[in-house]
């Protein structure tokens, strides 16, 4: 399983507002904009079910996404480490598995809004 699901599409506007209004109703807290324009957000702090942090940067009409579970130290201990520390939301393999189907299922809803094929 790679450590980040990652979507690489186009589109013909600016998704900005899209996914502020996007992260505001699935409780996504923005996290800052770096200075490439990668704008950041993420869901949870970790201690329950994994931080589940998302990234998005626009350029022109080119879109890059990445979302994915974060797991802190003390998740590891607890599972012995057999979880890494940070792995990607699309289904399958029982590591992780409610986070991972949590974060799946509003991230594809951002997709669905912007027009864009779900994560399986």
Same mark, same amino acid.
């Given at each position: 399983?790679?450590?980040?699901?990652?979507?690489?599409?186009? #589109?013909?506007?600016?998704? +900005?507002?899209? #996914?502020?209004?996007?992260?505001?109703?699935?409780?996504?807290?923005?996290?800052?904009?770096?200075?490439?324009?990668?704008?950041?957000?993420?869901?949870?702090?970790?201690?329950?079910?994994?931080?589940?942090? =998302?990234?998005?940067?626009?350029?022109?009409?080119? #879109?890059? =996404?990445?979302?994915?579970?974060?797991?802190?130290?003390?998740?590891?201990?607890?599972?012995?480490?057999?979880?890494?520390?940070?792995? @990607?939301?699309? +289904?399958?393999?029982?590591? @992780?598995?409610?986070?991972? +189907?949590?974060?799946?299922? +509003?991230?594809?809803? =951002?997709?669905?809004? =912007?027009?864009?094929?779900?994560?399986?």
């Amino acid at each position: 399983m790679a450590s980040r699901t990652v979507r690489d599409f186009q #589109v013909g506007f600016d998704v +900005s507002t899209i #996914v502020d209004s996007w992260a505001n109703a699935n409780h996504y807290g923005f996290r800052g904009v770096a200075p490439d324009g990668t704008r950041n957000y993420q869901r949870g702090n970790g201690i329950l079910t994994g931080a589940m942090p =998302l990234t998005i940067q626009q350029s022109g009409q080119h #879109v890059h =996404l990445e979302a994915w579970i974060h797991a802190n130290t003390v998740a590891r201990i607890s599972a012995l480490f057999l979880i890494p520390t940070d792995m @990607g939301i699309e +289904s399958g393999g029982v590591r @992780g598995a409610l986070p991972r +189907s949590m974060a799946r299922q +509003s991230v594809n809803a =951002l997709l669905a809004q =912007l027009g864009q094929p779900p994560i399986a």
